[in-house]
Nanobody, 121 residues
Framework: VQLQASGGGLVQAGDSLRLSCAAS????????MGWLRQAPGKEREFVGS????????YYTDSVKGRFTISRDNAKNTVYLRMNSLKPEDTAVYYC???????????????WGQGTLVTVSS
């Protein structure tokens, strides 16, 4: 499966942004999906994930209540809605697909190219 992330940009603190991850090559419904991010000079970190069906989602503590992952398997797309953005959310955001694993610990096999989100204070 090929993944294409989009939707990043420059926003101000408190703004909202929605990232999209479009899949091609195989049905998105075959995969659990996740979003991860990497800030400048830092290691990549987990943001959140969603099950194949979309019935279950899991988030890292720093984004709980602000970020929401959803998916539209008919459109082969997964989304990351980010509200109340903070400067510390600045990072390159990656979507990833996993065929196996449990919620919150999926084993990601495929990665998108990343989309940059910059939050100014």
């Amino acid at each position: 499966v090929q993944l294409q992330a989009s939707g990043g940009g420059l926003v101000q603190a408190g703004d909202s942004l929605r990232l999209s991850c479009a899949a091609s090559g195989r049905p998105l419904s075959s995969y659990h999906m996740g979003w991860l991010r990497q800030a400048p000079g830092k290691e990549r970190e987990f943001v959140g994930s969603i099950s194949r069906s979309g019935n279950s989602a899991y988030y890292t503590d720093s984004v709980k209540g602000r970020f929401t992952i959803s998916r539209d398997n008919a459109k082969n797309t997964v989304y990351l809605r980010m509200n109340s953005l903070k400067p510390e959310d600045t990072a390159v955001y990656y979507c990833a697909a996993a065929g196996t694993g449990v919620l919150g610990q999926y084993e990601y096999e495929y990665w998108g190219q990343g989309t940059l989100v910059t939050v100014s204070s």
